[in-house]
């Protein structure tokens, strides 16, 4: 699915998050104050974006980040964007699997995750993986959509998302199930609460969590 809808997947979260998609990841590399001397994981990295951001933003920047994502068509297209942008020697990706990621014990300082998390089929183990890499003291990073907590707010968002967001997508990405999954996707996802919980019980010591534009989205940031 995600192979099928790559070469309209950066056009499409544009248009359906008004541009505020971009908002959210530069406050992500943000609070994962980064000096321009660290290594990074970009778990479900996608096209890279949030790789790109974490290499170029004006918030702090990495010295080096390595994307990881199961999907190579994602993969092909965000190397042709890093290639584009002469980035090549600060962005590697690989493909991968967020349940075993393909790095060392302790050898990142951060790690990062962009509406990826849901869709891993054993959150609680790519949990422990992002533990198993970070160094003493790394910082994970993770944005993911959310149920809006003021009743009104939720109850158009979801019109929203069960209506509105599949019709679109569908028109654009021409495939009939990907933006129909994205909603269930959400509703399915732990509670912040909750999934705060389990980082904790799968190798974080600390976790904060902040709700952004309603609550649509959440930024979690934890700390081993």
């Known amino acids: 699915m995600f192979d099928a809808i790559a070469r309209r997947y950066d056009r499409l979260n544009l248009l359906l998050s008004a541009g505020i998609d971009r908002r959210w990841r530069r406050r992500a590399i943000r609070e994962l104050g980064l000096t321009g001397r660290e290594r990074v994981l970009d778990m479900c990295t996608g096209t890279g974006d949030l790789a790109i951001e974490a290499v170029r933003s004006p918030y702090g920047r990495a010295a080096m980040v390595v994307g990881v994502d199961f999907a190579g068509e994602m993969l092909r297209l965000g190397l042709l964007k890093v290639r584009q942008l002469g980035l090549a020697r600060q962005i590697v990706l690989a493909r991968g699997d967020a349940t075993s990621v393909p790095l060392p014990d302790a050898s990142v300082e951060a790690a990062m995750v962009a509406f990826g998390i ?68 959400v509703e399915q996802f732990p509670s912040p609460d909750a999934f705060a919980a389990m980082l904790k019980q799968n190798g974080f010591s600390t976790v904060r969590y902040v709700p952004m534009t309603f609550g649509v989205v959440y930024l979690y940031v934890a700390r081993i």
Do not use: T
């Open 118 to 185: 849901r869709n891993v089929v054993d959150p609680a183990k790519a949990a422990r993986e992002f533990a198993r890499v970070l160094k003493p003291g790394g910082q994970l990073a993770v944005l993911e959509f959310g149920q809006p907590p003021n009743p009104v707010i939720r109850a158009f968002y979801g019109w929203y998302s069960r209506v509105v967001l599949p019709r679109i997508g569908r028109l654009i990405s021409q495939h009939s199930d990907a933006y129909s999954y994205l909603p269930a996707s």
